[in-house]
């Protein structure tokens, strides 16, 4: 369908995925939490770690926090 509405346009690769774009969302990502944590002088956080059904690994970490009275979550 792509290539009859434009044949010139070139579909990103997964190469292109996993090299460029993660690796930059990451960042963008990484960046955001720290500039929302860097202020926070208490905090907590849980973790949580499981398997998925193809014995891949996962891990999850939150960070609660009470910024002006407001209780707030960084995932």
């Not at 929302?36 to 609660?64: G, I, N, W």
């Amino acid at each position: 369908m792509v290539k009859t509405l434009d044949p010139r346009y070139v579909m990103p690769s997964r190469k292109h995925f996993s090299e460029v774009e993660l690796p930059r969302l990451y960042g963008e990502c990484r960046h955001k939490i720290e500039e929302e944590l860097r202020s926070v002088l208490y905090y907590a956080t849980t973790t949580d770690m499981r398997t998925s059904r193809t014995t891949q690994p996962y891990m999850s970490l939150t960070t609660h926090f009470i910024e002006d009275w407001i209780l707030s979550i960084v995932v």
